[in-house]
């Protein structure tokens, strides 16, 4: 069974030649290590804002675009342990509960125990509105990261971006093929290698199982639905052509084939900046054929960020962060930092390039980037690199820069991105933060 995108024709059944308003998604985005906070922030406030290096590739959607300086989560500075903290309040507002008291993270290993940390602004809105979708909300990272904690946080803190509560992190899968599978056959991601070799061996591609039914549509469809119908499936078969070619190429260990093990760390199959490739496509996907509305993606984390090499820099990226030549003009923090931002940038043009009966799919949406910290080498809470795009069919404002006093509550921006979507929340996070009032 596959989805289909928004489409006119569907709509008009239900209000005639006015077309139905377009489901509203939330695209949450979290990374570590901070960023070079010079190369982010804009020093022009309000529209019309100047455009940094990290954010170049913003521009054909500078103006559905919002960056917000001075918003931190405080709950975050721990020492030791900033980035166990940080990573964990990213989407919480909550500090995270100690789990022991050796503080050598190099040598811990394992979850431990005692964990408590509190529901991520994601699962608040899965909470009211993923009822609505075959999936709730989809968890998605690019790697599985060292079994290492930072502090007294153990790794439940740093791989997990999304909780249900205090005492369930929700895990992210690293498997494109898997995510792959969950969106256009429904399968179990716990199903076992032998059940998954039964669905290859009696069905054929599910692109092509449906292609018949697709021309049948054909004639009773406009121009712009044509464009709509087309768009999707060549996207959904690029992805199912990329993921098979890296099965074929490097050996099958991690992606759908009958011989992977659902959720297991990605090998040779795909490579870093790929990988995310695959992920952000297949987000859109989701949420073009309204699989789910709510998706958390991790791009790295502390302890997760060695995969850097394609950018011929010296270390990772935490490490670069505290390298002493951080700040130089073309340091390899900042060649990471822009990679970042340019991984950002491809994500949210895709989606404003994906065409529904009213906007686009990032005009139907809130897409929200946080990272664990502002400057990566003070671990600076205080200051975060906060991006906003789309505006949830006009309830949102976009295009500006705002600019907040230092420290000013997160937790405020994801209340008010909340009731925008229709989320009825008065406060979030430990302090209890009402909605951000944005100046005009």
Known sequence: MVGLPALDVLTARKAGAQAAAAPQRLMCIGAGSGFRMDEFTPKTPGPNYDLPRILQSFAPIRNKVSVFSGLGIDEGAKSPGDHGAGVAVTFTCVSPKPQFSNTNSQTYTGNGTGFSLGISFDQVMARQLGGLTRIPSLQLGLREGLPLGDGPFGPVYLKNLSWASATEPLTPTVNPGVVFDQIFTGLDPAATAAERARRLSR??????????????????????????????????????????????????????????????KPGIDLSYPDTFKAMADLSILAMQCDVTRIIMLQMSCYRNDAHYSFLNVSNNHHNLSHAGGEAAPNSDYRIVNRWIGDQLGYLFNTMDAVKEPTGTLLD?????????????????????????????????????HYVF??????????????NAMGVTVQTFGAKNSGPLSLPA
């Not at 949406?365 to 069919?393: E, K, M, T, Y």
């Open 203 to 264: 069905s054929m591609s599910v692109l092509d199982y449906v292609a018949q039914e697709r021309a049948l549509l054909y004639p009773a469809l406009s121009g712009a639905d044509r464009a709509r119908i087309d768009q999707y499936f060549t996207s959904a078969r690029e992805i199912e052509r990329r993921l098979a070619a890296a099965r074929t190429e490097g050996g099958g260990g991690g992606i759908a084939g009958p011989g992977c093990s659902p959720g297991a």
């Open 364 to 400: 139907n949406s809130i897409g929200v980037f946080n990272n664990d910290c502002g400057d990566g080498n003070s671990h600076d809470h205080r200051f975060l690199p906060v991006l906003v795009a789309g505006g949830a069919r006009g309830k949102f404002p976009t295009g500006r």
């Open 405 to 418: 006093p230092r420290n000013t509550p997160c937790c405020g921006l994801y209340v008010t991105l909340l």
